[in-house]
């Protein structure tokens, strides 16, 4: 911070208050804007704020990001929105950016779900440059960032592009089998369905059984899950053990998704357990099938919020049956095409995170008095 610029608590510069509405006062067509402590914003009927605010969630996951708005809106009860800013709001807003969730690391209560108090901001202190000074920053600022955001924009075009050729070539993978026959799945393969132990009986989490939902079925290897379930939890519900090395499907949630077991795994009633009946049939041609088919599923999905497949439209799917030397040659190719595209999307997305680190940076300096002109961030 430069050292001729005063010092002043963000109490003493701005309004600090929350929104007086729980999470329910969000409605689907609303007027206005409703903040919550989420990512994203919803709406509502109602308006309690308006012109230039700032916004940040007060308890979850989400303490320590920041939020601006020019407008009318309403706010979340754990919400906290700064109002009537007597210096530049823009600059108090790269500030916080540049510093709110650091200094909150270690300033933040509750055992179960995170939460800030009003003194976490009544005592937050920002230097206070001339009001020249601030706009100067903030222009600088303003330049930067929309410069980081179009290169980001385009390196996430690209990486979507990458994930669509993929795609594309998955499908190709099975283009050239569509003359031989096909069966359903249920005449091939065994299809077992999960269930959740009662949350209510603690004896029935926290044992050796790893327990998997559609959350950890990020990768195409399911190696651990988030939870894990007792015996006593296995025998008294209506989950299953799916046998290491088989596929799981993803029937309600993650329509799409799909994975090979790293290790036996029992799993709760949105994901179904897909083993084939006999040696004519390997699970990677099975993983490989089902990714191939991911847009099909996804499309038959229904429900009103939460979107799934019937058992029955599981059971009826048509695989190709090649014989086991065609089978391994299409999971040796889908292996090929993964590897040589995953290493474009890596580089990709290691850019992506430099531009982030980039933006800190620039941020941090702004406010050492660093930056004095436009050039230097821009290049």
């Known amino acids: ?121 009544t005592e937050y202190e920002i230097p206070v440059p001339p009001l020249d000074e601030q706009k100067r920053i903030v222009s600088i600022l303003d330049d930067a960032f929309e410069a980081a955001e179009r290169s980001r924009n385009y390196i996430e075009r690209n990486v979507k592009n990458v994930e669509e050729l993929f795609e594309s070539r998955l499908k190709d993978l099975f283009s050239d089998i569509n003359g031989v026959r096909k069966k359903k799945l249920s005449k091939v393969c065994e299809i077992i369905g999960g269930g959740t132990p009662s949350k209510k009986k603690d004896e029935y989490y926290g044992g050796n059984i790893p327990w998997a939902t559609v959350r950890d079925m990020n990768y195409d290897i399911l190696k651990a899950t988030d939870h894990s379930i007792t015996k006593l939890g296995l025998d008294n519900s209506s989950t299953n053990i799916i046998p290491k090395n088989n596929v799981v499907i993803a029937t309600r949630v993650g329509l799409g998704k799909v994975c090979i077991l790293d290790q036996d795994t029992a799993i709760n009633q949105d994901l179904k357990g897909i083993l084939p009946k006999d040696n004519n049939l390997i699970p990677e041609y099975l993983f490989v099938w089902f990714k191939s088919i991911a847009d099909k599923i996804v499309d038959a ?79």
């Open 1 to 121: 911070m430069r050292s001729d610029w005063p010092v002043k608590k963000l109490s003493e510069i701005a309004n600090i208050q929350t929104g007086k509405h729980n999470a329910s006062h969000a409605q689907e067509d609303g007027k206005y804007r409703f903040y919550t402590c989420a990512m994203e914003h919803q709406y509502c009927d109602t308006k309690r704020f308006d012109g230039e605010c700032i916004i940040l969630p007060g308890n979850g996951a989400n303490v320590g990001e920041v939020f601006y708005f020019d407008g009318e809106f309403d706010a979340y009860q754990r919400t906290y929105v700064i109002d009537e800013i007597e210096e530049y709001p823009m600059y108090v807003y790269y500030h916080l950016k540049a510093f709110w969730r650091g200094y909150n690391l270690n300033k933040q209560y509750g055992s179960a779900t995170n939460y800030i108090k009003m003194g976490n901001f």
């Open 301 to 379: 999905g229904t429900g009103a919020t939460v979107q799934g497949v019937k058992l029955p439209f599981v059971k009826s799917l048509e695989i190709p049956i090649v014989s086991i030397s065609e089978q391994k040659s299409i999971v040796e190719l889908h292996d090929k095409t993964r590897d040589s595209l995953s290493s474009l999307t890596d580089s990709y997305r290691k850019k992506i995170k430099n531009i982030d680190e980039l933006k800190k940076s620039i941020l941090h300096e702004a406010f050492t008095g660093k930056l004095t002109a436009k050039e230097q961030l821009v290049a």
